[in-house]
């Protein structure tokens, strides 16, 4: 099993930062690929952005040249540096560990709120 704990999110003004951090705990040398996920109010959840153990990244277009992740492994943690962000970014977001064999995990979620 693995456990995720997230951090970071906030109330921002547009155009303001925020950075998210995802520490990982427990069997992570299964986990294949980590990512950050968005849900707002009445929407599905959605893939904002993903790094595999490679460091290979994948973005949503809504967030491309303006979010970027990155890992940490000395700290087993995901960063999620958000920029320029708009009141649409806003939504609670969830850290996910994808192990080997397909097996996801979450984390708790952590509000990000932008205001216009």
């Known amino acids: 099993q693995v456990q995720l704990v997230e951090s970071g999110g906030g109330l921002v003004q547009a155009g303001g930062s925020l950075r998210l951090s995802c520490a990982a705990s427990?069997?992570?040398?299964?986990?294949?690929?980590m990512g950050w996920y968005c849900q707002a109010p009445g929407k599905q959840r959605e893939l904002v952005a993903a790094?595999?153990?490679?460091?290979?990244?994948n973005y949503a277009d809504s967030v491309k040249g303006r979010f970027t992740i990155s890992r940490d492994n000395a700290k087993n943690t995901v960063y999620l540096q958000m920029n320029s962000l708009k009141p649409e970014d806003t939504a609670v977001y969830y850290c996910?560990?994808?192990?080997?064999?397909?097996?996801?995990?979450w984390g708790q979620g952590t509000q990000v709120t932008v205001s216009s």
């Open positions: 996910n560990a994808l192990m080997f064999g397909a097996i996801n995990y």
């Open positions: 427990g069997s992570i040398f299964s986990i294949s690929a």
């Open positions: 790094i595999t153990t490679t460091g290979t990244t």
